[in-house]
């Protein structure tokens, strides 16, 4: 279903380090006046970031526009929920961007975000059951050749 939705293409694509330096720069240019749309815009860029860091200084940058700026609450919804997808926060991705689908159920970007969102916990989801496999059958074998180790020693 994501591919039939290409309204998410920013769940993907990072933004080139010279496209977030003009943003940074027109950023720490507006000093301690820097507008809402300066922030928002710095923000943007920092999530679309392929470093973690910066990532997660654009999460923090929309929660604080969110709190701040009630204008913008139903872009930083999304853009909150986009930061935490690609952080790998999928609870925090999903609660932000059901949030924004509760007051635009027909928002495609955001069913779009939710289609990703829903597949990476799907996805991870089958690797832990793997892993969690894994282990149990690693114990078994342990828990299996002790048992048998002792038996020999009576």
Known sequence: MANDLPYAADAESPLKPEELQVLRSQYQKEGEFVSVQTRFNYAWGLI??????EQQAGVQ?????????AERRRECLYYLALGNYRLGNYAEARRYNESLLDHEPNNL???SLQSLIDDKVAKEGMI???????LAVAAGVVGGILFKGMGRKR
Request: net charge positive.
């Open 128 to 134: 832990g059951v793997a892993i969690v496999g894994g």
């Open 61 to 69: 940058l929309l929660s604080d526009i969110y709190r701040d700026s």
């Open 109 to 111: 970007q955001a069913s």
């Open 48 to 53: 679309k970031s392929n470093s973690r860091q």
